[in-house]
């Protein structure tokens, strides 16, 4: 016994060391200096997106000129300014009208394709702290905030679209912006890669690429994650963010809608409309079924819910409603992870989607997963984009999952950047 007591002090004191004050400041400052480095990167692209005609000595040296809070809010301004070239453009693809609703909102700065755009007005995030470290990373001091549940937009900015189905509207998209995305057999050649996400003409460097479509879970919805605590078990489809929110792209479907084919050159997909969508409805109950609430279902079968899960399913079907299923740029769960000797050629950006612009809400892929009585007054949409980290010209897109090693990791999976990798979940 008494040899016993000196390993047993030498491995609580290890124990102590990694969990101290000192230690976690550590990590914390290791996550916030790869945060801040991939905010400056962001920033560099999509301002070089924005004015391509700039030089880039000045360009450097006025983003090193600002603080991380500055370029985070500048890169959201970036940001925002191409999504509503994007969502202007599916409007009138999908509708067969060029009637912007959200025009009026806007200032008179504009981008290539002449969709004007505004700086966005939402106060600063509130700051807080969670769980669930190993699967997402804990939240840095200075990216953690309280996200809120969406505010639903009213029903008079939800312009039904015509008939169409989404490799026409890819089509149309191509004229208008000089490439579009398909879905085919990845070119990594493994079993396991599965299909991938190509572009067919040419982007920008630090262009908006695509979405990534799904349920987005705060921290206090983690619990709701299928399989939690285990969250990445029989799901390659979860990605997190700095702040902790997690969007999870299985329940929006193999097909890219899960209601039906919705790859460009894939089946054909024509509009219905959501408004009488039920249970029954393939993808409502693929988001009931990925928050973990059909279970709960089963269990009370004769519908005895408690009032929290009738909030749930009620503000869950209500949203699910307003997202538009054809969206040839919600494809972003299918880009793959680089290949052994491959660069990533996207990035991913946490982009808070302000949702005052009503009539963009449509074309946002995600619903967040929260109670009625969550509400929080900063109204915005957590979610995920891919931006180009070069030029993408006809070829196979990847992005690097940079997995947490706290979670499951593939065979296929390889560390494209160490130092990185370790520093997002230090």
Request: glycine share 8%.
């Amino acid at each position: 016994m008494g040899k016993l007591l000196p390993s047993m002090f030498s491995g609580a004191e290890k124990v102590l060391e990694r969990w101290s004050h000192k230690a976690m400041a550590q990590r914390l400052s290791k996550r916030r200096l790869q945060e801040e480095a991939d905010t400056h990167k962001l920033l560099l692209l999509t301002r070089f997106q924005r004015d391509p005609d700039q030089d880039v000595d000045k360009l450097v040296e006025s983003v090193a000129e600002l603080s991380f809070e500055q370029q985070v809010s500048a890169t959201q301004e970036n940001i925002h300014h191409q999504m509503s070239g994007l969502t202007s453009h599916l409007r009138q693809v999908l509708t067969g009208s060029a009637e912007d609703r959200t025009s009026s909102q806007l200032s008179t700065s504009k981008d290539h394709s002449g969709t004007t755009t505004k700086k966005s007005t939402t106060k600063k995030p509130k700051r807080r702290s969670y769980g669930l470290a190993f699967a997402t990373g804990a939240p840095t001091k200075a990216s953690s905030q309280t996200l809120p549940t969406s505010v639903l937009p009213s029903r008079s900015h939800r312009t039904a679209p015509r008939p169409l189905d989404l490799a026409t509207a890819a089509g149309a998209l191509e004229e208008r912006l000089g490439y579009s995305l398909h879905v085919r057999d990845s070119g990594i050649g493994t079993e396991e890669a599965g299909k991938g996400l190509y572009v067919e003409g040419t982007i920008p460097v630090g262009s908006l690429v695509c979405l990534y479509p799904g349920v987005v879970y705060r921290p206090r919805q983690y619990r709701l994650m299928a399989n939690y605590p285990r969250v990445d078990l029989d799901n390659p489809y979860l990605l997190a963010r700095f702040d902790g929110a997690v969007i999870d792209s299985k329940p929006w479907g193999t097909t890219g809608a899960g209601l039906g084919g919705h790859v460009a050159g894939g089946p054909a997909f024509p509009w219905r409309p959501q408004v009488e969508a039920t249970l029954e409805d393939s993808m409502i109950a693929n988001l009931y079924q990925a928050t973990g609430i059909w279970e709960r279902i089963l269990r009370r079968f004769k519908g005895r819910l408690s009032e929290d899960d009738r909030a749930r399913l009620k503000a869950l079907e209500e949203e699910a409603l307003l997202v538009d299923p054809v969206n040839p740029f919600a494809l972003g769960h299918y880009a793959n992870h680089p290949p052994k000797g491959g660069a990533p050629n996207l990035i991913s950006a946490a982009y808070n989607f302000p949702l005052e612009h009503e009539a963009m809400r449509w074309f946002l892929p995600n619903i967040v997963c929260g109670d009625a009585e969550e509400s929080d007054a900063q109204a915005v949409l957590p979610v995920i984009v891919l931006i180009a980290a070069r030029e993408l010209k006809d070829e196979e897109l990847f992005l690097n999952y940079r997995l947490s090693p706290g979670t499951y990791r593939p065979d296929w999976y390889h560390v494209v950047d160490g130092e990185e990798e370790s520093r997002r979940w230090a």
